[in-house]
């Protein structure tokens, strides 16, 4: 069954965030990470990793996944509020039209001590495109070799068992 040798080879995301959110994902003000449409395979303790749209067009830092709330608007924001790193009114704005709302728990934010521009990753892969939203790093993927990131032991699940719909 290939599509499911696929999603036992995800070593980890690469999922692009304005510049503004990854900073404050990485000093901690921001421990929610949302989507539109997240992910659909990945797995508590996946390494997700940044990378920071323009101006900055670098990988800046990773997270860990701790897990995955999916609720409507009002029943997430009570919830996240506290710590969405971002407004109320921008976070609804957003979520306009979505009968459900996601939230990305983060968990053991890094910022990297030196920035991987794109420029340094397309002297590796001169055909990379930064992500408009994110893409899979599968196992031997040069970009997990660039940032020494390790497969992960993992749950077979999918990220939809780590849903909070309750």
Partial sequence: MRYREEKREISGILLAIKPVWANAILDGRKRYEFRRQPPRYAWRNTTVVMYATEPISAIIGEFKIDS???KPFEDLWR???EYAGVSEGILREYFRGRDVCVAIKIKDPKKYDKPIRLEDIRRLLPSFVPPQ???YLHRGNPILRLLNIKTPERDERTLE?????G
Wanted: glycine share 8%; aromatic share 22%.
């Fill in 79 to 81: 919830v996240v509020g």
């Fill in 68 to 70: 995955v709330i999916r």
């Fill in 161 to 165: 068992h780590f849903f909070d719909t």
């Fill in 133 to 135: 939203n994110f893409i």
